[in-house]
């Protein structure tokens, strides 16, 4: 999870480099198109899968919201500090666990409420209405949570059918799919330099991806969720480094707040799964 959140902010600082003469929906698509190198091996799992309507449907609606999402991650990644783009981005799991319990059914308990009221608390204490000024940036992230916060949600119901590797190849055709209408219609012609950019935002976010699973797979969410606070480090470091952007106390404050109530929300799931599968005491080892 530490070499996850390392690049994870590197692919924000080299979205931040690329700027903002590519628009963002062509800066994303770039992305996704030269990423599709890496799904070359699971083609021949895709050609085997059975595709009925309703799974067509379902890889289809989550490419259209990640798409949203991704457009938005990409024009507001380009305008405001790394820090504040990385903190809002935790706001993605209190999103999740609020629409699991409207559309998936999930109850919410008194202290999962209150953990989402927390995470919130924390994004006014990162945003601060009314004592500066809001710009289109962070009206933008605030978006791409909530989008990727839906695509999250669509990616658990399709999980329960489909391995990880198909869930993500698919992700990456359907959104390749829904940029490029929207990418062609204001192209602009790209240097080579922004397409290397372009293609190392794509590596670092596949790998990102992959070591995270890693994480996923050794060990709980109530031990890998708290790791992720440190991608919030490595932002305000990277971003005082390379972007001359000073450190914020509200920011690294208000994502303190989400990060603690994400991870509040993780060890309680983790506790009930527990007691779930745990024999009692007398039983039969």
């Given at each position: 999870?530490?070499?996850?959140?390392?690049?994870?902010?590197?692919?924000?600082?080299?979205?931040?480099?690329?700027?903002?003469?590519?628009?963002?929906?062509?800066?994303?698509?770039l992305?996704?198109?030269?990423?599709l190198?890496?799904?070359?091996?699971?083609?021949?799992?895709?050609?085997?899968?059975?595709?009925?309507?309703?799974?067509?449907?379902?890889f289809?609606?989550?490419?259209?919201?990640?798409?949203?999402?991704?457009?938005?991650?990409f024009?507001?990644?380009?305008?405001?500090p790394?820090?504040?783009?990385?903190a809002?981005?935790?706001?993605?799991?209190?999103?999740?666990?609020?629409?699991?319990?409207?559309f998936?059914?999930?109850?919410?308990?008194?202290?999962?409420?209150?953990?989402?009221?927390?995470?919130?608390?924390?994004?006014?204490?990162?945003?601060r209405?009314?004592?500066?000024?809001?710009?289109?940036g962070?009206?933008?992230?605030?978006?791409?949570?909530?989008?990727?916060g839906?695509?999250?949600?669509?990616?658990?119901?399709?999980?329960?059918?489909?391995?990880?590797?198909?869930?993500?190849?698919?992700l990456?055709?359907?959104?390749?799919?829904?940029?490029?209408?929207?990418?062609?219609?204001?192209?602009?012609?790209p240097?080579?330099?922004?397409?290397?950019?372009?293609?190392?935002?794509?590596?670092?976010?596949?790998?990102?991806?992959?070591?995270?699973?890693?994480?996923f797979?050794?060990?709980?969410?109530?031990?890998?969720?708290?790791?992720?606070?440190?991608q919030?480090?490595?932002?305000?470091?990277?971003?005082?480094?390379?972007?001359?952007?000073?450190?914020?106390?509200?920011?690294?404050?208000?994502?303190v707040?989400?990060v603690?109530?994400i991870?509040?929300?993780?060890?309680?799931?983790?506790?009930?799964?527990?007691q779930?599968?745990?024999?009692?005491?007398?039983?039969?080892?």
């Amino acid at each position: 999870m530490v070499v996850t959140g390392m690049q994870f902010v590197g692919v924000t600082a080299l979205v931040k480099l690329l700027g903002t003469r590519i628009p963002a929906p062509e800066a994303a698509f770039l992305r996704y198109v030269l990423g599709l190198v890496f799904l070359i091996p699971m083609i021949g799992t895709l050609r085997r899968m059975s595709w009925t309507k309703p799974v067509v449907g379902l890889f289809a609606a989550r490419g259209a919201v990640h798409t949203v999402g991704v457009c938005l991650w990409f024009f507001g990644m380009a305008r405001i500090p790394l820090a504040e783009v990385t903190a809002i981005n935790y706001l993605s799991p209190i999103y999740v666990t609020i629409g699991a319990a409207i559309f998936l059914g999930e109850k919410l308990a008194l202290r999962r409420v209150l953990a989402v009221v927390a995470a919130l608390i924390g994004a006014l204490i990162i945003l601060r209405p009314g004592f500066r000024e809001l710009g289109p940036g962070h009206l933008a992230m605030l978006g791409t949570a909530f989008f990727f916060g839906g695509s999250y949600l669509l990616a658990k119901k399709i999980s329960a059918a489909h391995s990880a590797g198909v869930v993500v190849a698919m992700l990456s055709i359907t959104v390749t799919i829904g940029l490029a209408p929207i990418a062609l219609m204001q192209w602009v012609t790209p240097t080579p330099m922004e397409v290397l950019i372009s293609f190392g935002v794509a590596c670092l976010a596949t790998a990102g991806h992959f070591t995270m699973t890693l994480a996923f797979r050794a060990a709980p969410l109530a031990v890998t969720q708290p790791v992720t606070f440190l991608q919030l480090v490595w932002a305000v470091l990277m971003g005082a480094v390379f972007f001359g952007e000073p450190a914020d106390g509200f920011v690294i404050l208000g994502g303190v707040v989400i990060v603690a109530a994400i991870s509040f929300i993780s060890w309680r799931e983790a506790v009930l799964k527990r007691q779930a599968v745990t024999p009692a005491v007398s039983a039969v080892k």
